[in-house]
Structure formats: C-alpha cells, structure tokens
C-alpha cells in the first residue's frame, strides 16, 4: 500500500475543491487535509491535497496542465456550434 502525498497547498477552499474534482474525474482518488478543521475554525492554515504516492506525477501534470482557455478553439470542433 502507498502513502499519500501532498500535491498542493490552497488557502481558499474553493480552489482546493476545484483542483480535487479535476483530479477526481481523471480517475484519481483524492484526500483533502485540513477540510473538516477549516470548516470548524476558518483560517487554521492551508488545505493539503494529498493523492496516493503512485498517482503523484498525473496528478501533477494535470493539476499543471491549464486546459483550454475560454473561447479557444477545439481541434475538430465546429467553431460555429455551441453546445
């Protein structure tokens, strides 16, 4: 069994929830630390995302990878067609 890892570090909460789901739907099982303790007493110090040790470089690739900005054409994607 592998130790998990963090990953990142996120002061708000929703940045750290975003960066979980987005692991999350890559099939990467997460853990945030601190989540409980920052809903009880707000400003304890920062969220840990933390994901098994064997996850460690996708999730860093995808956490670094920016996606695609808003408005930037899809290669194959009709520009024409909003979905």
Avoid: C, H, K
């Amino acid at each position: 069994m592998a130790d998990n890892v963090t990953i990142a570090r996120f002061n708000e909460p929703l940045e750290a929830e975003m960066a979980r789901l987005r692991l999350q739907s890559a099939g990467i099982e997460t853990f945030l630390s601190g989540e409980n303790a920052g809903m009880m007493e707000p400003g304890l110090g920062p969220l840990q995302l933390q994901v098994n040790a064997d996850d460690e470089a996708d999730a860093r690739a995808i956490l670094a990878d920016p996606g695609i900005a808003a408005g930037e054409d899809v290669e194959g994607a009709d520009p024409d067609v909003t979905g």
